[in-house]
């Protein structure tokens, strides 16, 4: 949840500290603080809680020494609450040396109170800082940071990354990861630690990523990565695919803004390259893996939050194409529900971050018994991936913003085409079919931009109902996870109270909460693909709009049936079926975006939130 960042080199250390910190402030953005190695020898720390800016503030008034080796830190509260003196980093007994932490140390209170039985004392409530004070006396026994570190680090239970600085060694960072994440960054005379590639990739697009129960040094000249008992341990670097503009607004309001209007991008751009020339599915990084995929008697999605939502979305179509039972599963649940998993299942996990702990641990859970795992992943190098049997990465770009837009739509492409790819490998549906769905799929990004020209129009209503304490979204089949997600976006980013239901469900309850102006945006299926479901809408439409519901329906293009009911009508274009909620979700972000800047609220960082949660 905490972003981390490290350098090594001939620049600044501060600079680059700094603007990595920004690029991972959508991590945790409670406090931030760093430590830097001064060109004296000296360490000097300065933290400070609330947001980067109160910290960019604090070193621009009082700036720290110049320096060329330094840690940097964003912190999202675990143990103690956000104040300067929890803010990382922490320091050793002596001041001389500085630790940084990300995760959760299980142990910290048994580590705690055996330093203080030494007399050691604690100036916050951290777990981090009984590392600090723990690694700053193994310094003493051995006068060698790295010696020091490794046996720090195998005594420490739970999931972390910790970097640690030493003044006395002023060229060198130290960092380990335990079920959490850690990427170096490879520069000419320079190194780089990071949370993930946005940390450093304005310096470097080359990394390496650090694997679990392993630990890195990085000096000036070269890195070296060794596991936990110091064996040392061979990686190999890979080149980040974007560059840092993508990392940055670009003259948009909010990052928000600007990822949803790159959605177009992130469906053309999931599916490039993985369409044949006879217009069927060829996914690069499935090739030779046909036989993961043809004994698999059932398939069971694990992922959280809005990535669980594409998965229910995804759910009907691989269903549909492949004719294999698929089960949605919030992978926090999945584990402790005691789960039919074996050899013939495979778990598919989505998640934007491939850092998510809650997924993570579903997916080794399913891997340890048996279970073919594949990922569905935007971020490269991330463990999740690393973790799982296969990998079909979303393109989506980097998702700065909290709450996640452009990964969703991303996600469902990825997941379509996967299914696509299933159905060809299985032989359940026919070449004409495939090429059909396939041609419905590159269709779409041009569809979103047409959903996107009514901007403006939602905009409005958004300020219109800025005032508005409650908002419910309705929706059938693929237009109900559309309408969990159309909830929860506007909880998240807008704190107001939004409840998604399956639109059936309505006379079994919700309907009780209908009261005059109770305003309800309801998800309209095509009368092309189901008549039935579409009648069925419509009356659910009626039966709410006269009880006094303000109607705000989302329907195609031509839907004239929703007219007489609705009091608003969002369009989107013509789509068979499974290909609307890519479309009909796009109105729910903009709505809750608008929402939230109506109200004043920070939509990128909205409160109590961070975006890669690496804590279960
Ligand atoms: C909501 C949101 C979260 C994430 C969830 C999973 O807007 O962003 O619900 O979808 O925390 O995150 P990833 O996809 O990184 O595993």
Known sequence: MCGIVGYVGGRASIDVLMNGLKRLEYRGYDSAGVAVIAEDGTLSTRKRAGKLAVLSEDIAEQPLPDSTTGIGHTRWATHGGPTDENAHP?????????????????????????????????ASETDTEAAAILLGREYERTGDLREAFKAVVGRLDGAFTLLAVHQDEPDLVVGARQNSPLVVGLGQDENFLGSDVAAFVEYTRFALAVGEGEMVAITPEGVEVTDFAGNPVQSTPFEVQWDASAAEKGGWSSFMAKEISEEPDAVANTVRGRVADDGTVRIPELEGLDDLFRDISRVIIVACGTAAYSGMVS?????????????VALSHEFRYSDPVVDASTLVVSISQSGETMDTLMAVKYA??????????????GATIPRESDAVVYTHAGPEVAVASTKAFVAQITALYLFGLHLAS????????????????????????????????????????????????????????PIALEGALKLKELAYIHAEGFAAGELKHGPIALIEPGQPVFVMVPSPRGSQTMHAKIVSNIQEIRARGARVIAIAEEGDVAVLPYADSVIRVPLASPLFEPLLTVIPTQIFAMELSEAKGLDVDQPRNLAKSVTVE
């Open 90 to 122: 922490h320091l050793s007994a002596d001041g001389k040396l500085a630790v940084i932490h990300n995760g959760i140390i299980e142990n910290f209170a048994a580590i705690r109170d055996e330093l203080a039985g030494e007399g050691y004392t604690f």
């Open 315 to 327: 759910k009907y179509a691989i269903e549909s194409w492949t004719r294999l039972p698929v089960e």
């Open 367 to 380: 891997a340890e018994r048996g279970a073919k795992t594949l990922s569905i992943c935007n971020t490269q």
């Open 425 to 480: 490998v299985r032989g359940s549906l026919s070449t004409e079919k495939i090429i059909e769905e396939t041609a419905e799929l590159q269709a779409v990004p041009e569809k979103i931009a047409e959903v996107l020209t009514q901007h403006d129009e939602i905009a409005q209503l958004a300020h219109w109902m800025s005032d508005t304490r409650s908002v419910l979204f309705l929706g059938r089949h693929v237009g109900y």
